[in-house]
């Protein structure tokens, strides 16, 4: 047997190697030696410390959010901060004057909220759900509580725009009770709070009561041991490479580290805050900007730090290959499954696609946005998706199914850039999702073509037949009801049979031709291309509307 030194051995092989050696061969599970250790064992309590709460502000589009989330950053930049220049990492912590810290999450969309929870990553501590005193429970307000009810976070109610005339909170907190939220000032248990964005109004109140609901939480974590943390957000940087801003969910994360985060593994060359500014040990729920991965990780990914490169090395390897393995073996699970995706094969339009954007949680968004546009007739099929520029694999692979590559915010690398007019291969850019989905949503429906709708618009029975011609047959018939009408198509039954789909190729009253005739009117008919027509046959006529269809 030749093998390359990477290559893995046959179990059997390997035994009778290690048989001409005088050794014997345990096999252990892979993935006992490969996966790390199931680290779950609970911290001991004499080593938990207090940890800073981390909050999620949801709510409709325009009610505030970012306003609320500025104004508190602004009003607690402690001395020596100030004139930092703020970074965009998809979190911030602000420090209080008396020292404690609350860690924001960068309002995600709720989307992207549940899709970290079904990864298992439950980052969120408390959410804050913004309602604009001035509207109403909007929909996107519904889903906010809909969200929040299903990842059991407590929530408090911030109702904001309370420096507007138009300002009533009341209307809210009666709206509110619908959904089975009873806030405080209704003398329920879910905190509630006036604030405006404008005036700083309510806002001290509003910390009071993130704190207050941490202390109940009693959030604690162990910062003396090795880090573990949860990606909320990842990117390729051009000059800095893989970049991922983590929230340390224990231990304390150092420069240096060796880690695993995902399918990759890396070092922490450096940490940036959300500041700017370099650090060199990063406590338990604080968000860090990590550089020095092996590439770029999914939003939930856990970060874990390991003893040694190798073993880091190994766990990616191993996760890799079974992240691939996920991929490849979807296989039919039973026979009946299997002769349904046999026909379902020949029966579904697929539509194939290339997604690229500059963050993952786009990435994601889009793909479970476009997932929503399939139905049972027509599917989209994701062949590459991936965060940074366009490259020349995308556009091969495009090129080869004739799928069209969608840029989120990325643009083609030079290379790409040049297959692409060479290959004629078609490139959307795009920078808001629902116009991503609006055009691709439109393209499909094209691809579909139009719906056939029949409408039925008139019914009759069969008196009596006679030849007409030499071989034709004519019948008698009477309208009992709508419409018979010369070239309509029709269908024709007998004991609710069809037997056949035809159209009406003459049609006389008496001894004339005629274009139509009405309901309780007799006439003679010739059907086309058919002359098995008996008497009590009924004959069903209807006009074919071709609608454009949407998704
Ligand atoms: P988001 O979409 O939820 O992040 O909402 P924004 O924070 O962008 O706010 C939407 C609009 O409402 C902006 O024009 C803000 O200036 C305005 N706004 C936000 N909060 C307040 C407030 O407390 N009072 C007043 N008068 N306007 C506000």
């Not at 810290?101 to 995600?108: A, N, R, Y």
């Not at 209807?542 to 998704?551: A, C, I, K």
Request: charged residues 30%.
């Amino acid at each position: 047997i030749m093998v390359s030194i990477n290559q893995r051995l046959e179990a059997d092989v390997i035994e009778l190697v290690a048989s001409e050696f005088n050794y014997e061969v345990e096999f252990i599970g892979v993935e006992d030696a490969a996966e790390l250790e199931d680290e779950d064992t609970e911290d001991d309590t004499e080593n938990l410390k207090p940890r800073a709460p981390i909050v999620t502000i949801m709510g409709h589009v325009d009610h505030g959010k970012t306003s609320l989330l500025d104004y508190i950053r602004n009003t607690n930049v402690i001395a020596g901060e100030a004139g930092g220049i703020t970074q965009h990492i998809g979190a911030y912590e602000v420090t209080l004057k008396d020292g404690r810290s609350i860690t924001f999450l960068d309002t995600p969309g709720h989307e992207a909220f549940t899709e970290m929870r079904m990864r298992g990553a439950n980052v969120t501590d408390i959410v804050i759900l913004v309602v604009a005193g001035d509207d109403g429970l909007m929909p996107q307000t519904i889903e906010a509580i809909n969200h929040t009810k299903a990842a059991g976070v407590p929530m408090i109610v911030a109702i904001t725009k309370s420096d507007k005339p138009e300002f009533n909170p009341q209307k809210i907190r009666e709206r509110l009770l619908e959904h089975e939220i009873l806030v405080e000032a209704m003398s329920g248990e879910v905190q509630d709070v006036e604030v405006s964005a404008k005036t700083g109004a309510g806002l001290d109140e509003l910390i009071e009561k993130i704190l207050l609901q941490a202390e109940l939480l009693e959030l604690k974590a162990n910062p003396d041991r090795a880090a573990e943390a949860t990606v909320i957000e990842a990117k390729l940087d051009k000059g800095k490479g893989p970049l991922a801003t983590v929230l340390i969910t224990r231990g304390t994360l150092k420069v240096g580290d060796i880690l695993v985060v995902g399918t990759h593994s890396g070092r922490v060359r450096a940490m940036l805050d959300d500041k700017g500014r370099q650090i060199k040990a990063a406590p338990p729920a604080l968000p860090v900007e990590v550089l020095g991965l092996g590439g770029v990780p999914m939003a939930g990914d856990t970060l874990t730090v390991v003893e040694s490169e190798a073993r880091a090395r190994e766990v990616a390897a191993f996760r890799q290959e079974r992240a691939t393995a996920k991929r490849t073996t979807s296989a039919p699970t039973s026979l009946e499954n299997m002769f349904s995706a046999l026909s379902a094969k020949q029966a579904v339009i697929e539509y194939p696609i290339v997604i690229r954007a500059d963050v993952q949680g786009s990435t994601e968004a889009i793909i479970n946005a476009l997932n929503k546009l399939s139905n049972d007739e027509i599917k989209v099929r994701v062949l590459q998706s991936g965060v940074g520029a366009i490259t020349e694999s995308d556009v091969g692979l495009a090129q080869a199914s004739g799928a069209p590559i969608v840029g989120f915010n990325v643009r083609p690398n030079a290379k790409a850039r040049e297959m692409i007019e060479r290959q004629k291969v078609r490139l959307k850019y795009f920078d808001v999702i629902y116009h991503l989905t609006d055009d691709i949503a439109k393209e499909m429906a094209g691809i579909w073509g139009p719906e056939r709708i029949e409408h039925v618009v008139g019914r009759a029975e069969v008196k009596e037949v006679f030849p007409a011609g030499k071989k034709d047959k004519a019948a008698g018939l009477l309208v009992v009801e709508g419409y018979l009408k010369k070239g309509i198509n029709a269908r024709l039954t007998r004991n609710d049979v069809i037997v056949s789909k035809t159209s009406v190729a003459s049609l006389r009253r008496f001894k004339d031709d005629v274009a139509e005739v009405r309901a309780g009117l007799e006439c003679g008919v010739v059907l086309e291309a058919t002359n098995d027509i008996k008497p009590g046959d009924v004959l069903e006529t209807f006009e074919v509307e071709m609608r454009d269809r949407t998704l």
